[in-house]
């Protein structure tokens, strides 16, 4: 069966300490990427996405992302944060060969960066 | 509009009413979604549209959850028979199609059934 999984709920970290969140999935065919952050009291706005290419990708806040095909992962990373990284973030897959582009998300990571 | 919208923000009703979630997705996406997020789990997708017609029915969790969409645009779910285990933030997103397009996602309704 296909799955997303996401390796921690919560994480808690200080200003200025390094992220890595880690994101497995579970899939037959060929897949796009995508992570997703949900601040507080806001909207799901897309962080970054992989669809194929350079396995780095940057996105946006300073965000990037190392896709590992043979591992079936996409690790989420940012070498500094700040207490404005405070937020819930959604690993999420879909087949690259599905035309309605319905994502699996995974359960989501919560990270409080504090001051 | 310059989002997707979603109303109401919140919805408390009691077990066995029925309640309408309504999603205005952005002007010109042809693709619309309806996904689910319970406490402590990650989003849920429900049902798929491409204009009108939705042809990904597969995660609408009971036969007492439909949706409709008219005229390319807003989109209505309805939850007939509510029950304790529906409460959830229901969120709507919406995008040019296919898996390459970003969906991008409403603010969500959330719905608690007392």
């Known amino acids: 069966a296909q799955s997303v999984s996401q390796h921690n709920h919560h994480v808690i970290l200080s200003e200025a300490a390094s992220l890595e969140l880690g994101c497995n999935y579970s899939?037959?065919?060929?897949?796009?990427l995508f992570w997703y952050v949900q601040y507080p009291g806001q909207h799901l706005q897309l962080l970054l996405k992989y669809f194929s290419g350079d396995p780095l990708v940057k996105g946006i806040k300073g965000f990037e992302a190392e896709f590992i095909k043979s591992k079936f992962s996409c690790n989420l990373r940012k070498p500094s944060v700040q207490w404005s990284d405070t937020a819930e973030y959604f690993c999420a897959v879909n087949e690259a060969t599905d035309s309605w582009g319905k994502l699996q998300f995974g359960a989501g990571t919560q990270v409080v960066v504090t001051p | 509009g310059a989002g997707v919208s979603q109303s109401p923000s919140n919805k408390v009703t009691e077990k066995g009413k029925d309640v309408e979630l309504r999603c205005d997705p952005i002007s010109g996406h042809t693709a619309l979604y309806w996904y689910r997020q319970s406490l402590g789990q990650g989003l849920e997708f429900l049902i798929y549209f491409q204009g009108n017609s939705a042809p990904d029915k597969s995660g609408l969790p009971s036969d007492r959850f439909s949706a409709e969409r008219t005229g390319g645009s807003v989109s209505t779910l309805t939850i007939q028979r509510t029950q304790q285990e529906d409460s959830a933030v229901y969120l709507c997103?919406?995008?040019?199609?296919?898996?390459?397009?970003?969906?991008?996602f409403g603010p969500g309704t959330r719905l608690t059934v007392l």
């Open positions: 997103a919406s995008s040019r199609g296919g898996s390459y397009n970003e969906q991008f």
């Open positions: 899939y037959g065919g060929t897949v796009n």
